[in-house]
């Protein structure tokens, strides 16, 4: 009988918690649903999206030396890089770079091997497609869309001998120079002159990260004063040179793989 009660009594104990606890969720939690796609969640800073090539915002050259150490790198072997050697520079030029998103892990081991920068983990986090051959994202959109995660390298770039700006690139994909414009034109162009900052279009810009304020104080009653915030330092990227490769064919593909 002793037992029943204490049952009895746990039973009702549990019950009454669990209701207590959606009570307060429904009635003193804010919503937080997210009316997407109207509205876009924000994501925190280590949130992991699509891996994306980085440019180099002053030469407006892509920061990849096709070295394919990603290639190597990538676990379940989705990453595509086709190069040529540039016959001034003896360098090699990618044609092709392309991720198969629908394999991808996320698992940032591309970025992690990638020896010059070239490589960042987007927040992007769209990736319906109706046809899953569409999840194959070409060398043109991911550098359009690593327009936002890059920057000026430092110290002042050395420019290229022979190179071409990536917009000549993407006329394999499709994309036309003014996609990898800044506002003023210029990125992707020829290297501008130390100093120049670069400014992106609207649509390439990073999205700020809103910072919740203190409450502002009471008005005072006699005199207010008025405090200056000081002003934000942008950030840096290191350079990149690649090495020249003597050995490299005319058209390759890392161990003559495809993504899929
Ligand atoms: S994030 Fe991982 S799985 Fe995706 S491309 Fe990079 S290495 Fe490959
Ligand atoms: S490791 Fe970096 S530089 Fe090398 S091919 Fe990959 S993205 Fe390009």
């Known amino acids: 009988m002793t037992n029943m009660i204490g049952e ?9 918690t669990g209701l207590n606890i959606t009570f307060k969720e429904m009635v003193f939690r804010p919503a937080i649903t997210v009316f997407y796609p109207d509205e876009l969640d924000t994501v925190p800073a280590w949130f992991r999206g699509i891996p994306l090539l980085k440019t180099d915002l002053l030469t407006g050259e ?25 016959p001034i520079t003896k360098k090699k030029v990618a044609d092709r770079y392309a991720i198969d998103m629908s394999r991808c892990m996320l698992c940032n081991y591309c970025i992690e091997a990638c020896p010059f920068d070239a490589l960042v983990m987007g927040m992007d986090y769209e990736l319906c497609k109706v046809d899953p051959e569409n999840m194959v994202y070409e060398m043109e959109y991911l550098l359009r869309l690593g327009l936002k995660y890059s920057s000026v390298a430092q110290p002042g770039p050395k420019a290229k001998k022979g190179a071409l700006p990536p917009w000549v690139f993407h006329e394999l994909t499709g994309a036309t120079e003014e996609d990898i414009q800044d506002e003023a034109g210029f990125l992707g162009r020829a290297p501008q002159a130390k100093g120049y900052t670069p400014v992106l279009k609207a649509q390439y810009r990073k999205e700020e990260t809103v910072v919740d304020q203190p409450p502002a104080p009471a008005p005072a009653k006699v005199e207010a004063k008025v405090a200056v915030a000081p002003a934000a330092t942008p950030g840096m990227v290191p350079p990149d040179q690649p090495p020249a490769n003597p050995g490299g064919t005319e058209s390759g593909n890392k161990d003559g793989e495809e993504a899929e």
């Open 62 to 86: 892509y920061n990849c030396t096709s070295c394919g150490l990603c290639v190597e790198a990538c676990p379940v072997n989705v990453i595509t890089l086709e190069w040529h050697q540039d």
């Open 8 to 16: 009895a009594w746990r039973a009702g104990k549990s019950f009454v």
